[in-house]
């Protein structure tokens, strides 16, 4: 039982290149969320999704996609990378609708 | 607008000297207050859930209790390995699904 799985763990980009961060869970979670943490700020949210076929934006969703085909898949979208998106990126996912999420370790993104 | 307010922003202790964190919150009918900790280079890792006013949740030396404005984590006789960063959140007011609105955090340090 892996959890939530991020791949990969580090990654740097150049201006205006794309990209996508993949998140896997072994949980059967119906929900999954990408959040971002930069220093000194609180998690962000990106993304969320409530199941196959369904997600939604969060609070900083612009240059970002997303979508949700299986149960188990999560990935995040990066479009034309901005220096802004320069961030820790974390995936997570919960069973029925709470707010006990667990996290994978984390995707460090450095655009330069 | 939501928001979850943590102090203080770091807090040296010895080993074993006793303490609390403070999370302060501003949302309309609070659906659960949750407290995560996260070590560095690692995802955040749930501890505890609380939903009303008077309650109160422990596991080994940490404490959590919840007010109507505000959750305590107390940490009574803490160790090194309790060292970490303390998060907490709050469900975002009127979201149908648990998005969680994150505090900075409160970056613990516990001194042999």
Redesign the interface.
């Known amino acids: 039982n892996a959890g ?1 799985t991020q791949t990969p763990k580090f990654r740097i980009l150049k201006i205006g290149q794309s990209m996508t961060l993949q998140c896997a869970q072994d949980m059967n979670h119906n ?1 999954m969320y990408w ?1 971002r943490q930069d220093p ?6 990106i993304y ?1 999704s ?1 199941g196959a076929g369904i997600t939604d934006k ?1 609070e900083v969703p612009n240059g970002y996609n997303v979508s949700r085909s299986t149960t188990e898949d999560f990935p995040l979208r990066l479009e034309l990378a901005a220096p802004s998106q320069t961030s820790v990126y ?1 995936c ?1 996912s ?1 069973g029925v ?10 995707s460090r993104l450095t655009v330069l | 607008e939501d928001q979850v307010t943590q102090s203080p922003e770091a807090l040296r202790l010895q080993e074993g000297e006793s303490s609390s964190l403070n999370c302060s919150y501003t949302v309309s009918g609070l659906r659960g207050l949750f407290w995560y900790r996260q070590d560095p280079g690692k995802g955040p890792e749930f501890l505890f859930t609380l939903y009303s006013a008077g309650e109160e949740k422990e596991k080994e030396r940490l404490k959590a209790t919840l007010t109507k404005k505000e959750s305590f984590l107390h940490i009574t006789a803490p160790k090194p390995e309790d060292s970490a960063t303390y998060l907490c959140a709050v469900p975002n007011t009127g979201a149908g699904s648990y998005q969680l609105t994150f505090g900075k955090g409160t970056k613990l340090s516990v001194i042999p």
């Open positions: 939530v929900y959040y000194g700020m609180g998690l962000k949210l969320y409530v969060g974390f997570a919960s609708n709470t707010g006990e999420l667990f996290f994978g370790e984390g």
